[in-house]
């Protein structure tokens, strides 16, 4: 049928696996983040700016790279690979195939880019509601749990049944 999407026939990913392929990689990111900070708090001790923005700088900071990071991997494992670490661990994938860089870049950008702005006070209570929203949405959305990253960049996780 020329109106059936790629994943038709793909079993889409329960919303349990996809969860626990983002702790899995939150774990990973979250060390990189207090690396960061303990390293970007030596560095603002030693300049002294620690007492600027009341000495949440290095938090600050450190979210934005680890959340920069986060999304740029995010980005490229799709795009490379069609899924990351996290998903290679519970066996499951983007589909389909093949899906254009820019578009996952968008999905990037929206899931799990906010991570960015974490530490900001006041903007990390909107970035928390956000990635909370995109999680309801994946829950809500019956049979195919697509999220809004999803329907952006026109893609699906399905069980990687190879």
């Known amino acids: ?22 702790i899995i ?11 960061l900070f303990i ?14 923005f009341g000495g ?3 938090g600050v900071f450190a979210w934005a790279l680890a959340g920069l990071g986060y ?3 995010d980005w490229w494992a799709h795009w490379r690979h069609g899924r990351t670490f996290g998903q ?16 996952l870049l968008k999905r990037s950008l929206l899931y799990p880019g906010p991570v960015m702005l974490m530490g900001i ?9 956000l990635l909370f929203g995109i999680g309801m949405l994946i829950l809500i959305d019956k049979p195919l749990e697509r999220g809004p990253h999803d329907r952006l960049a026109g893609t699906h996780v399905v069980k990687d049944l190879r």
């Open 56 to 58: 949440r700088l290095p």
């Open 25 to 35: 990689e939150a774990l990973v990111f979250g060390i990189l983040y207090y690396i």
């Open 39 to 52: 390293a970007l708090w030596a560095v603002f001790r030693t300049v002294g700016m620690m007492d600027a």
């Open 121 to 129: 006070p006041v903007v990390n209570l909107v970035a928390g509601m």
């Open 71 to 73: 999304t740029g991997y």
């Open 88 to 103: 290679a661990i519970m066996r499951i994938r983007l589909s389909p195939p093949g899906v254009r860089a820019r578009a």
């Open 1 to 22: 049928m020329a109106g059936t999407p790629p994943w038709a026939d793909a079993v889409p990913a329960e919303w349990w696996e996809r969860l626990a392929a983002r």
